[in-house]
């Protein structure tokens, strides 16, 4: 039963556009008719059915799409440079769906500043706060989400010393992976390398 949720939040995900992996384990327990609490799989069990969906049902255009997102991930990297952008979520595991975003995480002293730096260039945007478990500890991020590129992102903003600990999402979870521009750029090149030979 948890596979079989598994894959229908994978195809919820990759078809409706959802990425919020626990709405969409809840949406397929409900379509397999299965109680929401016993039977959910875990985010990764999710993250891996979706990628194999993808593979499957969309091969030809995934790899191009997770290079396009990559590429406009890394410009929005290079414009926020000082606040040491690391890229992390669907864009940087290969699993991002039509619908994906930019996920970024910020490392900065002062995380105000990412709101006059937007301001200072006319980048509209909006924040809410998130729930992430930096560490041993629950903490309130805020999280912008702005349109700058031709993809929009969500972009959280931790502090500088944060950089050290392993970031969740929620308290069980993995800690998130997260790439700094040169290795992106890597994901990049090794992806030429691989459709050259």
Known sequence: MRLRIAQLAARIMAEDGIDDVG?????A??????????NLPDN???ESALREYLQI???D?????I???????LELMAMLEQFDPHLVGPVLSGSASKHAEIDLQLFTDNPKDLALFLINRDIEFSTRESRFWVGSGARSVSVYEIDAATVPARIAVFAARDIRHP?????????MERARAASVQQLLDATKHDDAV
Do not use: F, N, S, W
Not at 29 to 38: F, I, K, L, S, V
Not at 67 to 73: G, H, K, N, S, T
Not at 167 to 175: A, C, D, H, N, V
């Open 29 to 38: 327990a409900r379509q397999a008719g299965a109680p929401e609490t016993r």
């Open 57 to 59: 049902y969309r091969a």
């Open 61 to 65: 255009e995934q790899d191009e799409r």
């Open 167 to 175: 970031i969740r999402t929620t308290q069980e979870g993995r800690p």
């Open 23 to 27: 709405l969409a384990k809840r949406k």
């Open 44 to 46: 990764d069990q999710v």
């Open 67 to 73: 290079d396009r997102l990559r590429r406009d991930a």
